[in-house]
Structures are given as C-alpha cells and as structure tokens.
C-alpha cells in the first residue's frame, strides 16, 4: 500500500496562532482527503484535494501531487481545533490509506 | 452530523460474548467501510461493501463478520474476541467505492 507520513506528530499552540501541519506520501494518488478527529471519535471531512488549493474558513489546503506532499493552514487557532488531523490517500477506485496523525493541542 | 450514524457508541464485553454494531447512512451512498483505530496506529481499513457485496476483506480474522442486508445498513458481528481487539470502530460511506468518505462517530470497544 501507499505509505503516508504526517508531521509533526504532536504540535501545542497557543489560542490564536497559525500552524502547517504536512502529509507526505509514496506514491501518485488522485484521492486524499483531510479529516479531523474530536476527541469523541468523530473523523469530520475537511478538504477533498487530491490537487491544487482549497480554502474553507480560517482552514485552507494545498495539494502538490507533483511533490507528493499536502500541507493543511489553520489560521488564528481556537481551542475547538484541538483533536487529531489526519491525511488519508488513495488511487482510483482503491480504498484510502491513512497516515498516523497530527494531534493538536490549542491551549487558551 | 455527518449523515451516518453508529450503535452502540460504548460497549463492553467478555470473550465469551456474541455482540453486534451497527451502522446506517443516509446519504444514498453505494459503498460502506469498517474500520478498526487502535492506539497510537493508523486506521486500519477491514471490510468494504459495494452495492451490499463484499469487495475486500483485509485478512481480519474470523471473529469479525461483517453484514450488508442493504446499502443503508452494515453490521459487524462479534464472537469469541481478544483483549488486543479492544479500540474504536468506525463505520464510513461513500458515493462509490474511492469517492469521499464520510465517517460516523465509532463504537468504542472494550474486552475484558
């Protein structure tokens, strides 16, 4: 399968600062999404972007497939954007691999 | 609310015990996926249905048998587990196999 790196794997900001969270992966993919994970559970879509630049909110995405990396923006951090961010990947009609995760603490 | 939705959200159990889970979309979605979330792991993809037939089975063991009576609802029966197969399972659909997911909240499992 398709391997998929995230870093960092931890990151604590403080209420208001800006952070790049990044996914790297092995191989060409037309599907990869972000999603974030409450502490309930809950995986929550974020971006489908397997290229180019989304925007959603103080959220936003670019893809450079190219590169075979994505990078998540999150602007002006609140506390309810703690949780886990994860990368996931896939080609065609194959199913999605996921990385480890960025857990993210935002502190008041 | 993602439009998929997952019972019970907490379970606990023996070895010994047969239990189910639960799923149902409402999104008119075609494909459906379990997934298993240990600690400090990846989620790991373990069955995937398409148009209520099963695709792929990601060498889980026996003890997990899934069901699709239709393409609004998964099941996942339980029998005979092991402690190591406590974590969070999570149910997702998607318009068609490889389109986007949608995840519902989980069942958090606990064998004793």
């Known amino acids: 399968g398709i391997q998929v790196e995230q870093s960092p794997p931890d990151l604590i900001l403080q209420e208001g600062a800006n952070s790049t969270l990044r996914c790297n992966f092995s191989?060409?993919?037309?599907?990869l999404q972000w999603f974030h994970q409450n502490p309930w559970g809950q995986l929550i879509n974020l971006f489908y972007?397997?290229?180019g630049t989304k925007q959603n909110g103080r959220l936003s995405a670019t893809t450079v497939a190219t590169e075979r990396y994505s990078l998540l923006y999150i602007s002006s951090s609140q506390t309810t954007d703690s949780g886990v961010y994860f990368c996931?990947?896939?080609?065609?009609?194959?199913?999605?691999?996921f990385g480890t995760g960025t857990r993210l603490t935002v502190i008041p | 609310e993602t439009g998929v939705t997952q019972t019970p959200r907490h379970l606990v159990m023996g070895m010994t015990n047969k239990k189910s889970l639960k799923c149902e979309q409402h999104?008119?979605?075609?494909?459906m996926y379990w997934y298993k979330q240990s600690a400090k792991k990846p989620l790991e993809l373990m069955f995937v249905?398409?148009?209520?037939?099963?695709?792929e089975n990601n060498s889980v063991p026996s003890r997990f048998s899934p069901e699709c009576p239709n393409s609004s609802h998964l099941f996942l029966h339980l029998h005979t587990l092991q402690p190591e197969d406590s974590a969070l399972y999570l149910c997702?659909?998607?318009?068609?196999?490889?389109?986007?997911?949608?995840f519902g909240p989980g069942t958090r499992l606990t064998v004793l």
């Open positions: 996931a990947v896939g080609t065609g009609a194959n199913n999605l691999f």
């Open positions: 972007i397997p290229s």
């Open positions: 249905y398409s148009l209520e037939e099963r695709v």
């Open positions: 191989d060409s993919v037309n599907n």
């Open positions: 999104l008119g979605h075609n494909a």
């Open positions: 997702a659909s998607s318009q068609n196999k490889g389109d986007t997911q949608y």
